[in-house]
């Protein structure tokens, strides 16, 4: 049992760490395309947040791939793969339940993650990403990664979805992750400007937390960030050659994170000094 319960754990990390791969990765060919030039200059820090990724695919994949052979030999969880097993509106409901409990887990411990003494310890490895990019979606000590991992094994332990609602909510999942995080908009103006955008994070949103840290704590959602009056707007992009770099030479540290000190106090702006303003697409 030991040995098929270790190569499901295997199994999983290898799946968590190519799927970062192929999709952060895809994602950084695109920004090349687009933005010849945007991560200039930080190949550092983008070998820095692979390397952290990486291991943090492990954190997400062993609880996972215990929880995929539990499933497949014990029934542990509440996946099930006959789409008769409950009401077929509970397919599309069942992946609004799941965004919206994994965005409410994600805005409460990222806010946490936020207070001076827990940024220090685990939440500045992300914040060191000045700017970041595509492969900075996993860029996590394993203390923050480890608050992540467990969300959605949790959910499957006590919520019913179907395993291909389940892989819906895993893809919008590791898209948002990456696209928040790639340094530019990829969805339309309409939609993030609109009154969609006003309830749904995009990378506009997510750009104003890298820049000014106390506030846009969400993942999916703008509803908690709203409610608890965190909700700082949309942020903006600087997609001048090579403008990453010099942005990031101008703060005096590259490889480090931003200032503990600018967390004493939730809510209020603290801007960045790599961060400036540009154009939204």
């Given at each position: 049992?030991?040995?098929?319960?270790?190569?499901s754990?295997?199994a999983?990390t290898?799946?968590?760490?190519?799927?970062y791969?192929?999709?952060?990765?895809g994602?950084a060919l695109?920004?090349?395309?687009?933005f010849?030039?945007?991560?200039?200059?930080?190949?550092t820090?983008?070998?820095?947040?692979?390397a952290?990724?990486?291991?943090?695919?492990?954190?997400?994949?062993?609880?996972?791939?215990?929880?995929?052979?539990g499933?497949?030999?014990?029934g542990?969880?509440?996946?099930?793969?006959?789409?008769n097993?409950?009401?077929?509106?509970?397919?599309?409901?069942?992946?609004?339940?799941?965004?919206?409990?994994?965005?409410a887990?994600f805005?409460w411990?990222h806010?946490w993650?936020h207070?001076?003494?827990?940024?220090?310890i685990?939440?500045a490895?992300?914040?060191?990403?000045?700017?970041?990019?595509?492969?900075?979606?996993?860029?996590f000590?394993?203390?923050?990664?480890?608050?992540?991992?467990?969300?959605?094994?949790?959910?499957?332990?006590?919520?019913?979805i179907?395993?291909?609602?389940?892989?819906i909510?895993?893809?919008?999942?590791?898209?948002?992750?990456?696209?928040?995080?790639?340094?530019?908009?990829?969805?339309?103006?309409?939609?993030?400007?609109g009154?969609?955008?006003a309830w749904?994070?995009?990378?506009?949103?997510?750009q104003?937390h890298h820049q000014?840290?106390?506030?846009?704590?969400?993942?999916y959602?703008?509803?908690?960030?709203?409610?608890?009056?965190?909700d700082?707007?949309?942020?903006a992009?600087?997609?001048?050659?090579?403008?990453?770099?010099r942005?990031?030479?101008?703060?005096?540290?590259?490889?480090?994170?931003p200032d503990?000190?600018?967390?004493e106090?939730?809510?209020?702006?603290r801007?960045?000094?790599h961060?400036?303003?540009?154009?939204?697409?």
């Amino acid at each position: 049992m030991m040995l098929a319960i270790s190569l499901s754990v295997a199994a999983m990390t290898i799946i968590v760490a190519l799927r970062y791969l192929a999709v952060s990765g895809g994602f950084a060919l695109l920004t090349r395309a687009r933005f010849p030039g945007l991560y200039g200059g930080l190949d550092t820090q983008i070998r820095r947040e692979i390397a952290w990724s990486l291991a943090s695919a492990f954190l997400y994949g062993a609880p996972a791939g215990l929880l995929a052979w539990g499933w497949q030999n014990r029934g542990w969880t509440r996946v099930y793969s006959d789409v008769n097993d409950y009401p077929i509106w509970w397919l599309p409901v069942s992946i609004l339940v799941y965004l919206a409990l994994h965005d409410a887990w994600f805005y409460w411990t990222h806010r946490w993650m936020h207070r001076p003494k827990l940024f220090r310890i685990a939440h500045a490895v992300h914040h060191a990403s000045r700017p970041p990019t595509a492969w900075a979606a996993m860029s996590f000590h394993p203390w923050e990664a480890l608050t992540g991992a467990v969300v959605i094994p949790a959910l499957v332990l006590a919520i019913p979805i179907h395993i291909a609602a389940l892989g819906i909510v895993l893809a919008i999942m590791t898209l948002m992750g990456v696209t928040n995080h790639m340094g530019w908009e990829m969805f339309p103006r309409p939609l993030v400007e609109g009154r969609a955008g006003a309830w749904l994070i995009t990378a506009s949103h997510h750009q104003r937390h890298h820049q000014q840290y106390g506030c846009n704590y969400g993942l999916y959602f703008r509803f908690w960030d709203r409610l608890c009056g965190t909700d700082r707007g949309l942020g903006a992009f600087d997609r001048r050659r090579g403008a990453a770099a010099r942005c990031g030479d101008s703060a005096g540290d590259r490889s480090g994170g931003p200032d503990p000190r600018a967390e004493e106090h939730e809510g209020v702006d603290r801007t960045v000094p790599h961060a400036q303003p540009g154009a939204l697409s």
